[in-house]
């Protein structure tokens, strides 16, 4: 499969203004330089365990995070560190989490896979693939229950739409027009695993519509593009005609976890991809509209530097939760009164 | 000829796979990629597609279409690519594969083997580190092996395939590349249900499987040097069915028996040990049986906390120097 070409025409115009846009740049940057900061603590042993980086993907969770509202809620897989960011987990949070601190953002519990919010309803990475939708099923049918016009963002990969929890979410959320706007990360490989490997029918949107929700294809490489489907979808959502699927195209730019050799796809395919570096992509795009100067692209540089150094004298300042409460939260010790 | 752990599950399969047509593999990433550890590496090249399957992410599928291949005379070798998923196929083992050929009167069989990648240690937090076997091992049905070394990995791989029964076979990832040995090349096979002695001693008895064996030997050397204890370190290599007589020996032995394993304490093995000894080898006790276990709760990412919540060799030196001094 190649890289997908800019559609903008059939697009409705996503509005972009100065502000937002570059704040939609700014939150892509802060992705692609934490993670690559995350892969130089991996390498000096800060950072332990598995570590799924989302370098390539950035504007699938920039942009269709830009359509969540702050009570909405978000479900995430392992490779969560982008969506948590744009949520406005802290990143001195996530570093502290991905270094097993107790700063951390789930307490240094749950590590990268586990990466949990309540206060942004933010709820979870999971290590688990496809652990995520009856999750987000329940959220929703919680927000539907308690009479909330809330949106459940349930992101997951491709590779998730072969167990058995993707069948049994997507006909649930349908038959009972819950609010989740399921939003699958098709970056063509689950693992070594082509999706056309492991599904007798790879358009995914045409699977989402026979189970009666509308389903689009997104350009999961340009942010705006990305922004302007999931509005469109979680109005949708949002006004309670049920769950809407979006299906993102892009492309995961490293290994599956930290090391893998990529037998399973060809240097040239990755290159092909690369050009359409989401950040690179938009990045041009504002400066040829002369919406930003390269100062301000430094300027946004800088500023995420420092908030990833930051982040890194934070985790690297936490601490290690002491033997004392290991058992603490194993079981909750309250009853309702 | 010294090999990895790992090579010694490798060369099984491919041993078994020349040895009977109906051997096949099936799993996420096992063919192309030669699975997540490379433990299936290199099959895909010898056996072709047919017989070396990458599977969508789906485990209940994966076991379960495994059932019924196996129903019809093949021999599917099912891999989850972590221990930790096995859950996601659990009504397809404990109920369509334990139950089968008891469902069906003996008129069917279940030959498949789940190989599941099991154990902490290697930062996996809450869904990469587990040791599920005791969720396996009370039920009928099913058998349960966790070998510790190449020789018997290979081996009761090989026993596994050839067994008619529904095996469960746990391999600890931290085996993986850590212990080598010289394993013959020759065919061979390692008999299920049948425990090991690997060191023998007379003052007190270890009874261990997989990850903790290493731990307990280096720890029975350690108490023999600096305390002057002869311990004994049985080897159970087979947790359903366990080998009872070997259990009893040990214990009757020295009279002093500890318990080791890296699955959890409570619903563990050792408390099927301990009660076993308690039955059926009461008089021969000089102190209570005990155990060294995981301890009661979920698998820590903080790496002091893994630490301490995981058996080492100093705790069972430690546990050790205890019991002698009861
Ligand atoms: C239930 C379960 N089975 C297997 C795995 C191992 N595993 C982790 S990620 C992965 C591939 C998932 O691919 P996809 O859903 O496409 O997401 P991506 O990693 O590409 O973002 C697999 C097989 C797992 N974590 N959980």
């Keep these: ?337 | 000829m010294e090999i990895t752990y790992l090579k010694a599950i490798n060369e099984a399969l491919h041993e078994e796979m020349r040895r009977d047509e109906n051997v096949f593999v099936m799993g996420e990433d096992v063919a192309e990629l030669g699975g997540a550890f490379k433990v299936t590496e290199g099959l895909l090249d010898a056996f072709g597609p047919e017989r070396v399957i990458d599977t969508p992410i789906a485990e209940a599928l994966i076991v379960g279409a495994g059932v019924g291949a196996a129903m019809l005379g093949m021999r599917p070798v099912l891999e989850m690519q972590f221990g930790d998923f096995i859950s996601c196929a659990f009504d397809q083992i404990v109920n369509t594969a334990a139950t089968l050929r008891y469902r069906h009167g003996g008129l069917a069989s279940c030959p498949i083997v789940i190989r599941a990648p099991s154990g902490a240690g290697v930062h996996g937090a809450l869904f990469h580190s587990q040791n599920p076997e005791a969720w396996f091992t009370r039920v009928p049905g099913l058998k349960v092996v966790a070998p510790a070394t190449p020789y018997d990995a290979k081996g009761m791989l090989k026993a596994a395939i050839r067994d008619d029964n529904p095996v469960v076979y746990f391999e600890h990832k931290r085996l993986y590349r850590s212990v080598k040995e010289d394993v013959p090349t020759g065919d061979f096979t390692v008999p299920l249900g049948v425990a090991q002695v690997r060191r023998s001693g007379d003052d007190l008895s270890i009874v261990t499987y997989g990850g903790t064996l290493h731990q307990a030997l280096e720890a029975a050397n350690i108490a023999e040097r600096e305390d002057g204890i002869s311990v004994e370190v049985l080897d159970l290599r087979t947790l359903l069915p366990l080998d009872r007589e070997a259990i009893l020996a040990a214990a009757r032995k020295t009279g002093k028996v500890l318990v080791v394993h890296e699955d959890r304490l409570t619903g563990g093995i050792g408390g099927e040990i301990a009660a076993i000894i308690g039955e059926h080898a009461f008089e021969y006790l000089d102190a209570p049986v005990r155990r060294l276990a995981m301890l009661d709760t979920h698998n820590a990412f903080s790496p002091p906390l893994e630490e301490f919540i995981l058996p080492n060799t100093a705790k069972i030196v430690a546990a050790v120097r205890d019991l002698w001094a009861y």
């Design chain 1, 1 to 337: 499969m190649t890289a997908p070409q800019a559609r903008t025409s059939d697009k409705p115009n996503p509005g972009l203004e100065r502000e937002h846009a570059l704040d939609l740049l700014r939150q892509m940057v802060r992705i692609r330089r934490f993670e690559e900061k995350c892969v130089e603590l991996y390498s000096a042993g800060k950072i332990r365990g598995f570590l799924h980086l989302y370098i390539g993907e950035e504007a699938v969770a920039v942009g269709a995070m830009q359509a969540l509202e702050p009570g909405d809620a978000v479900v995430a897989t392992y490779r969560e560190h982008g969506h948590a960011l744009v949520r406005g987990i802290p990143a001195e949070k996530i570093m502290a989490e991905l270094y097993g601190k107790q700063e951390g953002c789930s307490g240094g519990r749950g590590g990268s896979m586990h990466l949990f919010d309540a206060a942004t309803r933010f709820y979870g990475g999971n290590a688990i693939v496809g652990g995520g939708l009856p999750l987000a099923v329940g959220l929703a049918l919680a927000d539907k229950l308690q009479q909330r016009s809330r949106v459940t963002a349930c992101f997951f990969g491709e590779g998730a739409v072969a167990e058995g929890e993707f069948h049994e979410s997507m006909n649930l959320a349908a038959l009972w027009r819950l609010p989740v706007l399921f939003c699958c990360e098709n970056n063509l490989y689950a693992m070594g695993t082509a999706l056309k490997r492991s599904e007798s029918e790879v358009d995914l949107c045409l699977k989402a519509t026979s189970y009666e929700m509308p389903a689009w294809p997104v350009d999961g490489m340009d942010v705006a593009l990305c922004e302007a489907a999931a509005r469109r979808a979680a109005l949708a959502v949002r006004s309670g005609e049920g769950p809407c699927f979006l299906e993102f195209r892009t492309y995961r730019f490293r290994a599956h976890s930290m090391y893998d050799p990529q037998l399973y796809r060809t240097k040239a395919e990755i290159a092909e991809w690369e050009k359409r570096d989401p950040i690179n992509l938009f990045e041009a795009r504002l400066q040829e509209q002369g919406i930003i100067s390269s100062d301000e692209i430094a300027a946004i540089e800088a500023a995420v530097a420092g908030e990833i150094d930051k982040s890194v004298e934070l985790a690297e300042a936490g601490t290690w939760e002491p033997i004392e409460s290991l058992t603490r939260f194993v079981y909750s010790d309250r009853t309702r009164p």
